[in-house]
């Protein structure tokens, strides 16, 4: 795949090793676990389109001879999970949760990577004094308990969707911030942003062309490891009555249903933890890809990676 | 040259091997050490000369590196083949190094008297309160100013002058046979650097150690070295004496060097660079390395690598053409 | 004080670049409580030249010597502490955001590190480029892929090479893509802050050849900053020492390297290493004592007192200043007691 080219220049000869710029899936292709994450969130995100709509009934269809029921298929192909407590089908039940739980925890942590982002630049770019009030909020923010926050909110307002991911959201706001902002402070002293300077740029122009790209891709990888944790928060705000009720479905509502029943039927928290872990992971896998993939530095990784041993 | 050689490298080679190359980074390097003189090892970034002073001293990092041939004789034995724990009782004592960043190679939680008395007590058998006593007749000795209460000062409060005394000190503790200098002089100021150099001078002097100095600076191997070895893509590819070597050189390389200088040059001339860039060193030009650079490179230079010659008395060149750079003028 | 004398090579011409009592101290106007105790660094303290259209002004000094901070102050990458920079006759300092981007077409730099100075991110294309998105007008947009690959051929490198991103090059290669961004705008002054400090010996008269080409074709006039003082000797027409914030010594290359009156010129041009055989050289080296003070503690009067070995009484208590020398117009030099006007040839 590489090529040694020595072409003279006006005088100057050079070898200088050229790859082909490889498309996106090749790449992908390359790297085995991460097509295997890119492949089970895809599955997910078709889950989340159609799951209700495909399964919703069967996630409500009560069976009362599959009562906790051991995963197997004695009670049929879609018990193969097993059953809860009212015999319903843990299967179609995590179909059906995936839209409520990504839905929930990617909107919340995307608000948060935002909102965090935004005001991290700025904190980190503007003068002194808005810097100053923006980190002693984040200060009050991260203070307080964050659980205690979220019960105080909702009982306060409705516990409502939009309202949980606003709560969940301002809960992770300032982790975002304040890698954003030390990542800027440090970005801003380097050489090419005083050379961005010395050619007439404004902030804004160096915040989007200079900054940003280098910061994304750090807060793409906080954003999935907080996804596991965000749907966790959301379990237990569930659990205490103030997140998501019964009857919707999610997965950290049916963690926190199962546990009741950990010694009788592990299966009720094992699986939807289980998809968490699944969930989370891939994302966090895809990221890593993407952060090498998007860094043309580290890119050649990918490119090789796989063709050495392809020579041997 | 009728003295018997104080370390003799043969054949050094060193490889680094990173995700997708290999890239070898000292290529067969030979060159030798003489009691009481002073070598210069010159060479541009990436020419191996510092990669090969971390091998002699043991400090090379293994992995990526990998020592894949060659000998160092010192004292008439091999010490790449030595095994560490007997190495470790002869660096120091036989053999010493000063690095380029004085600040990163000082503890910087110790004072420097501690550090300083350390080195005789690992080696050494002497108290506590005479070991602090001969570390400040060190630093005395390598002049810095009220030394006796300096011991107790720690790296950061020095000056970056004062720092790379302080290494000399610790380097000349012991009072080797040889001291390795990689760039001592590389991040200090021009006034600074003259006056390192004549401490290496005086205590080489003094003590009769040998010196190995490594460095890109023309002007330091002619005002401190003996002899110079001139190293490009991991060999070196001229030696001799110093002022033989820059006044008649027998390599294009080191010909090239000297007459891309701006030292000699005035203004409105320009100067004549040498063309093209370093070489890449995970892969290397057929036959001799310098040949795309080269303006003596005929058809036996891209195939063959050059044998080496020697010119004159002590005075060796790898290079096909050899006889005929020699004669050429420095400045035509 | 008269800085301002034109040299023989730039007689008759109007100066592009006046700059009066430069001085930026740093640290000095603490914020909260706990910073504002810290010391004030006098990293430029009263700096004054004058720069003519086409010529190279040498600004050489050791490290702390505020060199680079002039070259800072003067592209507000830094707010200066007081003093006057008339570009044209309007002063750089007080000029408003519009008459800055203005300026920032006329005055460009480049800077030491070729590796840091080009963001990693970017392809070659979209760094050279970048100056044009912040100036739209100065290349209409479908002209602009065109222009970089000329400009890339002008500095030597393959118009290929505007595909590739910075990793992919060799630092000369790079030094000469800072070049390029340099160009893009046709600056009439260029401030060149150790263009080649960080490159190889073999690679520095190649960048070296390619800023007096450009400089021979643009006529632009170029501050050059270097601590290598035959570096700064091939490229200046003038040249201007700096010692602790001050400017120490300025004059023609000829004046300045043929007979120094200075005594720390003196002492810097003879700590040099050179590769003259001759031992002449070696014998009147001048061994100057300890280093250069803090710039935070500058010594009273004469900064250079405390390391020369001509200081007296005098030089702690008058700050000496820059003082027409008897060899020809434009030769100044800060000193109480000035070296004698050397008898030999100038070189």
């Not at chain 1, 059906?96 to 904190?123: K, P, Q």
């Not at chain 3, 000094?61 to 102050?73: F, L, P, Q, W, Y």
């Not at chain 3, 505007?162 to 630092?171: C, I, K, L, T, V």
């Amino acid at each position: 795949m590489t090529t040694v080219t020595t072409t003279p220049t006006s005088g100057e000869a050079e070898a200088v090793i050229i790859r082909r710029a490889q498309p996106w899936w090749q790449l992908l292709w390359r790297d085995k676990f991460a097509c295997v994450a890119a492949v089970w969130l895809t599955v997910l995100a078709f889950c989340l389109i159609i799951g209700p709509e495909l399964l919703g009934d069967t996630a409500t269809q009560l069976n009362l001879r599959a009562r906790n029921a051991v995963p197997g298929l004695e009670n049929g192909p879609m018990w193969i999970l097993g059953g809860d407590p009212l015999g319903r089908s843990l299967l179609a039940r995590l179909i059906v949760g995936a839209r409520n739980t990504i839905s929930v925890a990617l909107t919340a942590v995307f608000i948060a990577m935002t909102v965090g982002g935004t005001l991290g630049m700025v904190a980190g770019y503007v003068g002194k004094w808005v810097s100053h009030v923006i980190m002693r909020l984040a200060d009050v923010v991260q203070s307080f308990p964050s659980l205690l926050l979220a019960v105080i909110v909702l009982y306060m307002l409705e516990p409502r969707v939009g309202n949980l991911i606003i709560v969940l959201a301002t809960t992770r706001t300032p982790i975002y911030l304040r890698v954003t902002r030390a990542e800027v402070l440090e970005i801003r002293e380097r050489v090419f942003v005083d050379a961005s300077r010395a050619l007439g740029s404004g902030r804004f122009h160096i915040l989007r062309n200079h900054i940003a790209p280098i910061v994304a891709p750090t807060l793409l990888t906080i954003m999935t490891v907080d996804f596991a944790s965000v749907m966790l928060s959301e379990s237990g705000l569930s659990f205490l009555g103030i997140g998501i009720q019964p009857p919707a479905i999610t997965w950290g509502l049916m963690v926190a249903q199962g546990r009741n029943y950990l010694a009788q039927a592990w299966w009720l928290a094992f699986f939807p933890g289980l998809m968490i872990m699944f969930a989370t992971l891939s994302a966090n896998i895809l990221s890593s890809w993407l952060r090498l993939a998007t860094d043309p530095v580290q890119r050649w990784r990918l490119e090789t990676h796989k063709k050495e041993e392809d020579d041997k | 040259m009728a003295d018997k050689p104080l370390l003799e490298v043969r054949d050094l080679k060193v490889e680094f091997r990173t995700g997708r190359e290999i890239v070898k980074a000292v290529n067969g390097a030979n060159f030798t050490a003489y009691p009481g003189k002073t070598l210069a090892i010159l060479g541009e970034s990436g020419s191996g000369k510092s990669v090969s002073a971390q091998t002699i001293m043991r400090l090379l990092q293994i992995p990526p590196g990998a020592i894949t041939g060659g000998t160092a004789m010192f004292h008439g034995v091999d010490i790449l083949k030595m095994p560490m724990d007997e190495w470790r009782q002869m660096s120091g004592k036989k053999m010493a190094m000063v690095f380029q960043d004085a600040l990163a190679s000082l503890n910087p939680v110790f004072t420097v008297g501690w550090q300083i008395a350390e080195t005789f007590r690992i080696h050494g058998e002497c108290s506590r309160s005479e070991a602090f006593d001969r570390a400040g007749a060190l630093l005395e000795r390598v002049g810095i100013p009220a030394a006796r209460d300096r011991v107790k000062d720690f790296p950061h409060q020095f000056s970056g002058g004062m720092r790379q005394r302080v290494m000399i000190a610790m380097a000349v503790a012991l009072k080797p046979d040889l001291l390795i200098a990689d760039e001592p002089t590389t991040a200090l100021d021009v006034t600074v650097q003259a006056q390192i150099m004549d401490l290496i001078k005086d205590i080489s002097k003094e003590s009769g150690m040998s010196v190995i100095l490594i460095t890109h600076d023309l002007g330091v191997v002619v005002d401190v070295a003996d002899t110079v070895a001139v190293m490009y893509a991991g060999r070196v590819v001229e030696g001799g004496n110093v002022i033989d070597v820059l006044q008649q050189p027998a390599h294009p390389y080191t010909l090239a060097l000297l007459r891309s200088a701006p030292q000699a040059r005035e203004k409105g001339e320009r100067l004549q660079p040498i063309v093209g860039s370093p070489p890449d060193l995970a892969n290397l030009p057929t036959g001799c390395s310098f040949h795309p650079r080269c303006a003596f490179a005929t058809d036996i230079c891209r195939r063959q690598a050059p044998p080496i010659k020697s010119v004159a008395e002590g005075r060796i060149s790898e290079c096909h053409h050899a006889e005929t750079v020699h004669h050429e003028p420095v400045h035509a | 004080m008269n800085p301002s004398t034109p040299s023989p090579a730039a007689a008759g011409k109007k100066p592009i670049l006046q700059v009066r009592g430069l001085t930026k101290h740093f640290g000095a106007s603490g914020g909260f409580g706990l910073t504002s105790r810290s010391k004030v660094i006098r990293a430029v303290d009263g700096v004054s030249f004058d720069l003519y259209p086409g010529e190279t002004l040498g600004l050489v000094g050791e490290s702390g010597c505020g060199k680079s901070t002039v070259a800072r102050t003067l592209l507000r990458l830094e707010e200066p502490t007081a003093g006057q920079a008339l570009f044209d006759g309007k002063d750089i300092f007080t000029m408003d955001g519009a008459e800055m981007r203005n300026l920032r077409r006329r005055m460009q730099v480049i800077f030491q590190d070729p590796y840091a100075s080009l963001n990693p991110r970017m392809r070659v294309e979209d760094i050279i480029s970048e100056p044009w998105v912040i100036h739209p007008d100065v290349v209409p947009i479908d002209q602009r892929p065109d222009r970089v690959r000329d400009l890339l051929e002008s500095v030597g490198l393959r118009r290929d090479h505007a595909e590739r991103y910075p990793h992919q090059f060799s630092g000369g290669q790079l030094q000469r893509i800072g070049i390029a961004r340099a160009m893009t705008l046709n600056p009439q002054v260029m401030i060149c802050d150790e263009p080649v400090s960080a490159l190889d010996l073999s690679i520095q008269a190649q960048v070296i050849n390619l800023l007096e080409e450009i400089q021979d074709r643009h006529q632009i006039a170029y501050i050059f900053i270097a601590h290598d003082l035959s570096v700064v000797r091939h490229m200046s027409d003038r040249v201007a020492v700096m010692y602790l914030g001050r400017v120490a010594e300025l004059g023609t290359e000829r004046q300045v390297y043929g007979s120094p009156r200075h005594p720390y010129t003196k002492a810097l041009l003879s700590a040099e290493p050179t590769i003259n055989f001759t031992n002449e050289m070696q014998s009147r080296r001048i061994l100057l004592q300890g280093e250069v003070p803090s710039p935070a503690n500058p010594p009273s009067g004469c900064r250079f007192r405390t390391r020369c070995w001509k200081a007296e009484e005098r030089c702690k208590v008058d700050i000496p200043e820059l003082v027409v020398q008897s060899d020809g117009d434009g030769h100044v030099a800060a000193c109480h007691f000035p070296e004698p006007l050397s008898t030999g040839p100038a070189h």
